[in-house]
């Protein structure tokens, strides 16, 4: 009997030592010499007989995750692959069933598939996870007394990971999200001009964006955008801003147009002084011919032995002649009457020669003058 009892003092005293190292080590309580020292193991063991107080390491701060990263750790229990039963519970894509037990508390839910399941202990109820959009109408007034309807389009998702919160603490997510952006654009619209609240249509959607995201996260719902699809006035307001708009154009319209006109007198004015410069030139070159001819013919009677006199009436006659043949032969000209018997020529004759003697005398009093 002292033997044995001698044997069991020895084995609790060679089995204390690593009993005490085992515990320290479950526990995380290092000696604070151990990372430095090879040898602290060693002295570590009689301390931890001796019953010594061990000096241990200070603790880490534990790892701050950011509210991105939060938003997808799993709250809750997690997907269930089997339950007890001989029913079958079937999931679409795009959806999770929510199971709970005796009707009551949340024990999981069911990714998309089939999963066996007992009808009486467990019921599962399909939730769907597809992104969805909701459309909000807001009446309000703008700074200069304008009434607005603002449609806003709202696209949220159930986040898997806070399907708890998403099915069992709110009841009605899309009218909470009308009500957030009724009360961000109720804020902002009324310190806003007409023209200035389309010109902010960008920033007005941020701050919705931005709201909602903070209000819907926690109970699981994830905003993905929210766009101001319409701002929509008053119907008169409506008909004065396009008549407004209506009058503007045709003025600009008129002004165009009176630019168009003016452009085209100028244009034409132009074109009939260039036309009667052309014309007087060409007048001119005419006469000069006729000049040059008149004296080339003067020159070859008066070479045949025709006197000047004659020369002309012959000329005179010549020209009177082809007038009414040119006359005759064109049927578009106005009737006209000229002398037409043996002495029209001679007549003709007369009244040239005497503005030619009317313009001699003339003359030397115009020198004089």
């Given at each position: ?5 001698a044997r ?8 204390t030592?690593?009993?005490a190292?085992?515990q320290?080590e479950m526990e995380?309580?290092?000696p604070?010499a151990?990372?430095?020292d090879p040898?602290?193991g060693?002295?570590?063991e009689?301390?931890a007989v001796l019953?010594?107080?061990l000096?241990?390491a200070p603790?880490l701060?534990?790892?701050?995750e ?8 799993e709250?809750?229990?997690g997907p ?5 039963g001989?029913w079958?519970?079937?999931i679409?894509p795009g959806s999770v069933g929510?199971v ?8 999981g839910?069911q990714?998309p598939g ?7 202990i467990?019921t599962?109820?399909?939730?769907d996870?597809?992104?969805?959009q909701?459309r909000c109408?807001t009446d ?14 709202v696209?949220y998702?159930i986040n898997?990971a806070?399907l708890?919160?998403?099915v069992?603490?709110i009841?009605?997510?899309e009218?909470?999200m009308?009500?957030y952006a009724d009360?961000?654009?109720r804020s ?11 010109a902010?249509?960008?920033?007005l ?9 903070k209000s ?5 719902y994830?905003?993905?955008n929210?766009?101001?699809t319409?701002?929509v ?5 409506l ?8 009058a503007?154009r045709?003025r600009?319209?008129?002004q165009?147009?009176?630019e ?7 244009k034409?004015?132009?074109a009939?002084a260039e036309?009667k410069?052309l014309?007087?030139t060409?007048?001119a ?5 006729i000049?040059?001819g008149?004296k080339?013919s003067m020159?070859?009677m008066t070479a045949?032995?025709i ?11 010549t020209?009177?002649?082809d007038?009414?043949?040119?006359f005759?032969?064109?049927?578009r000209?106005?009737a006209i ?6 002495g029209?020529?001679?007549?003709v004759e007369a009244q040239?020669?005497?503005g030619f003697?009317a313009g001699s ?6 020198q004089?003058?």
């Open positions: 009997a002292r033997q044995s009892s069991r003092k020895k084995k609790v005293s060679t089995r030592p690593n009993a190292l085992k320290t995380g309580n290092t604070a151990a990372s430095h040898g602290a060693i002295a570590a009689p301390a019953g010594k107080p000096v241990l603790e701060p534990p790892v701050q950011d509210e991105a990263n939060m938003e997808d750790l709250v809750g229990p269930i692959s089997c339950l007890p001989c079958f519970s079937i679409e929510v709970q037990r005796c009707g009551g508390s949340y024990i839910y990714e089939c999963i066996p399941y007992c009808c009486w467990d599962i109820n399909s939730v996870l597809k992104v969805k909701v109408h309000c007034k703008t700074l200069d007394n304008v009434t607005l309807k603002v449609t806003t389009v696209t998702k898997k806070k708890k919160q998403a069992f603490e009841d009605d997510p009218n909470q009308q009500a009360n961000i654009i902002a619209l009324p310190s806003m001009e007409l023209d200035q609240a389309y902010n249509k960008e920033t959607c941020h701050s919705i964006t931005v709201e909602l995201r819907m996260a926690q109970y699981g994830n905003i993905y929210a766009l101001v319409d701002l006035p008053d119907h008169e307001v008909q004065a801003m396009n008549a407004i708009n209506a503007k045709k600009v319209a008129a165009e147009e009176a168009a006109k003016k452009l085209m007198q100028v034409e004015a132009e009939e036309a410069y014309s007087g060409g007048i070159r005419m006469r000069k011919a000049a040059e008149v080339e020159d070859t045949a032995g006197s000047e006199q004659d020369a002309m009436r012959m000329m005179i006659t020209q009177y002649i007038t009414l043949k040119d005759a032969n064109n049927g000209s106005s009457m000229v002398p037409s018997g043996p029209a020529a001679s007549d040239v020669r005497n003697i005398a003339l003359r030397p009093q115009q004089e003058m």
